[in-house]
C-alpha cells in the first residue's frame, strides 16, 4: 500500500470509527447521546445553519473581524518593523519594552479590551490587532536584520545610494521573512478571534461555537470548529500560493 | 605607463580591530601603488590581512590610519568606480542573472536600450547569454562567479577588486575561470587587485605578486612577474617563479604555526 | 532618510545590525528604554486624571498595578491562585509534552506510524484549539480535567510536528555512519536518533510551554474559581483595573520563567551546537 492510500485510509478510518463509536454510544447509551453527536448530526446542523443563512452570516462577521484587526496589524508591524530594524538607537530602545509585553498571553488583555473598548467590534478588531502585532513586528524586524552584509556591500559598490539599498536590497532580501511574517500572524487572529468571541459577541464563529455550549448542543461546536479551521486552511493555501508565485527565485526548478 | 600616475595609491595605511587599549593590529603601514590597467595579486597566508586591505580599498572598512586614493582622489566609501567581485558571490537571489548585471547601468539610469546592449555584450564576454533568465539559485558556483565578474564589467569601473573570487570553486572550475578571467583581462584591460591565497593562481594571473606577512600584515616581498601574456603552468619558467614564491611564503606560514 | 540607517561606512563595516555597543552602554540603554515606558505611562494615567479626560480607573499607573500585586502577595490571595495556574500547566504541558514528543519519534522514525498519524493532525491542526474549548467543557464538565485536558491537546501539535521534523531531517549520512560502526535498534535510536532531534523537539517543548500559557488564561475566564485568568475576568465584573493588569504581567512573569527554563535546558542538553 502506497503512502497516499494509507493517508487516506487513516483519514476515512477515522471517521468510520468516530461514526462507529457515536451511533454505538446512541443505541447502547453509555453517555447521554447528545454528548456525542454522529458525523450525520454534525452535517445536518451545517446544513440547517447553512440553509438559513445563519452560517454565512457568522462566518463574515468573523471574517470581517480578522480582516480589519490583520490589515490593520500587519500595516503597523510593517511599517515599524522596518524603521525600527534600520534605526540602531530606535531598536536599541524597543527591544527591552517589547521583552517585556511579549511574555503576558495576549488573551489576558482580553477583558481590559473589553472594559476599554466596550462589548462592540471596536473591541475586537482591536485585540486582534494587539495580539497579532508584536509577533509580527519582531519577525519582520528580525528578517530585515539578517539581510546578508555582503549583499549591501556589493550593491553599494554599484553604485547605490542609501534609499537605492533600502528598496532594492533590503526589501527584497527581507520578503520570504516578511511573508513567513504574515503568515503568522493570520494564524494568531483565527486562534485569538474565537476567544473574543466568546465573550460578548452577538455574531461570528466563536459565539457560535460558544452558544452550542449554552444551548447544550455540541453538534453546533464541531460545526463551527470544522467552519473555522476550513477558514484557516483556505486562507493558508491563498498565502502559500501567492508566496511561491511572490518568492519564485527562492527555488526555481 | 606610470605618466597619469599610479591609479590606485595605498598609502601608509594601518588597521587595528577592537576597542582602543585592547586593540589588535591586523594591517601595519601598507605602502602600494598599482598602475593602470596591471593586475595586481595580494598573496598571504590565511588573516594576514590581504581582505582587510582589499576591503578597505573598497570602502568597506576605514583605515585606522592612512589613505587609499584612486585617481588621485580619497576613498570615503563605497562607489561604482571600483567594482567588487566577492568569494561568495553576493549575487542578488531575487534578481534574474539579467537583472543581476543591469543592477548597476539600472542605478545611473541608463535608458532601457542601452542598458540591454550592455547586458548582452558581457553575458557574452563571460559566456553564459544562454542563462539569461535563470535565477541564481538554477546556476552552479562557478556560473554563479561569472555572473559576478559580469556585473562588475558592466559597471565598467575604473578598477575591479577581487576578494578570493574563485576561492570556494572546485580545482577544475577554478582553473577555468582562471584562463577566463585571464582572456577577459586581454580583452578589457582594467585596473585589477586580486586577493588569493594560492600562488598557482597569483603567478597565471598576476602581473605583480604582492606577498603579505602573517598578522600583523606588512608587504614581505613584491614579485614583478615577467611572462607572456598567454601563460603555460607547466612552462619552467612559471614554475621558477611559483618555487621562489614558495619559499618565502613558507617561512610565514611556519612562523603562524610557531 | 538621514537617521534612518546607520551612517554608510557603519552599514558596509557592520550590516544593519550595527557595530555591538560596549556593555555597559548597551545595558544603561535598556534600563533607559524601560523607564521611559514606565514614566509615559505614569504621566499618561496621570493626564487621565488631571484633565479628566474619563474615569480614571480605566488606566490605573504603574504604581497602582504593582501595589495591587503586592497586597495580593501580602494577603495570600495571589498564591492561589499562581498556584492553580502552575499546576494545571504543569500537568496539562507535562502530559502534552510526554504525548507529543512520544509519538512524534515514532511518526518521525516509522513510515506506518506518519502515515496514519499525520494526516489526522493535519484536519485537527487549522482548527484553532480555542474552538474545541467548550468541546472539552462539555464532556468533562468545569473542573480541572477540562482545563488540564483542553492544553494538554493545545500542546500536543507543535510538539509533535517539531519532534516529527526533528526525526526527519536527520542526515541519513549519519544513521548510516552509525550504522557502519554497529548501532542497531534501541541503541540506534537511544544514541543517534534522539540526541539528532533533540534541538528541534526542544523547540517544540518552547513553543508548547508558550501556548500553555496562552490558553489557561481562557479557559480559565471560563468557569474557574481559582487561577490568575479569574482574577482578570474577575477584575473586569467589578472594575478591578489594577487587578486585571497585575494579573497579567504576573502571567507574564511565568511565561517568561517557562521560557527560560527550556532554554536553560536546551544549553544543557545541547552544548555541542553551541560550545563556549
Redesign the interface.
Known sequence: MNAAATRAAALLGALALWAAVAHGNAWLGVVNPVLLPTPGEVGRVGLELAWSGELTRHFLTSLGRVAQGFGLASLAALGLGLLVAMCVPLRLMAEPVIEFVRPIPPLAFLPMFLVWFGLGEASKIAFIGYTTFFPMFVAIAASVLRVDVVLLRAAASLGASRADLVRRVVLPAALPGIVVALRVGVGLALFVIVGAEFMGADAGLGHLIMEGRTFFNPAQIVMGALTLGLLGSLINTLLLTVERRLLRWRAAA | MMARGPKIQIQRVAKSFGAPGRAMPALEEIDLDVAEREFVCLLGPSGCGKSTLLNIVAGFLVPTTGTVLVDGRPVSGPAPERGVVFQEYALFPWLTVTGNVEFGPLLQSRPAADRRRTVDRYLDLVGLSAHADKFPVQLSGGMKQRVAIARALANNPAVILMDEPFGALDAQTREVLQDELSRIQRVEHKTILFVTHSIREAVYLADRVVVMTSVPGRIKQVFPIKLPEVRDRFAHEFTRYESDITRVLREEVAKVRA | ?A????S??E????????SR??RGR?LA??????V??LVLWSLLSGAVVVLKLFNPI?LPGPWLVLGSVLDMAVRGPLWIHLAATLERVAMGFGAGAALGVALGLAAGHL??VR??????VE??R??????????F???VGIGEASKIGFITYATFFPIFLTTVTGVRQIDPLLVRAAQSLGARGVALFTRVILPAALPDILTGLRLGV?LA??????SE??GAEHG??YL??D??NF?L?PQ??G???V???L??AG?GLVRLLERRLTRWQHPA
Open positions: 532618510m537617521q534612518f540607517l546607520s554608510v561606512p552599514l558596509m563595516d557592520a550590516g544593519l545590525r550595527g555597543l560596549p548597551a540603554l535598556r534600563l533607559a528604554a524601560i521611559a515606558f480605566f513510515t506506518p502515515n496514519v498519524v499525520e494526516p489526522l484536519v485537527l487549522p482548527i484553532p484549539p480555542l474552538a474545541l474549548l467548550p468541546m467543557i462539555v464532556w508558550a500559557f496562552f490558553v489557561i488564561v481562557i475566564f471560563i490568575l485568568g482578570i475576568n477584575g473586569r472594575f483595573v486585571m493588569l494579573a497579567a504581567v502571567l507574564g512573569l511565561g517568561y521560557n
